[in-house]
């Protein structure tokens, strides 16, 4: 089972799929808490808009298909993918 606490928040690179992981934004702010009282840690982490969109066609609200990629403190690789909707103010 996947252990937020093993996540070496260093690793973590955020962005669009067209962007090869090594460039992508890395984390700005990191930490750990049960955020869902679940019982487990949960690991929140903060990145730049900026940097995540900067890579983008165009600078205007839209669905992104945004990569989390990264790795545990033990070296193992993780990648997480999803649809997110970026506001830009
Ligand atoms: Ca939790």
């Known amino acids: 089972m ?6 070496d ?4 690179r955020f962005g669009p799929n ?3 992981p090594y460039i992508r934004a890395a ?3 990191s930490n750990l808490g049960d955020i869902n009282n679940d019982g487990r840690l949960d690991m929140v ?3 730049s808009v900026y ?16 990569w989390l990629w990264g790795e ?7 990648v997480a993918k999803d649809y997110v909707n970026v506001v830009l103010p």
């Open 51 to 66: 940097a995540v969109t900067s890579s983008a066609p165009s600078q205007v609200d839209c669905f992104y298909d945004l």
């Open 45 to 47: 982490v903060t990145f």
């Open 72 to 78: 545990t403190l033990n070296g193992e690789i993780f």
């Open 2 to 7: 996947f252990d937020a606490k093993n996540v």
């Open 9 to 12: 928040p260093g690793t973590l």
């Open 18 to 20: 067209h962007v090869s």
């Open 27 to 29: 984390a700005i702010d």
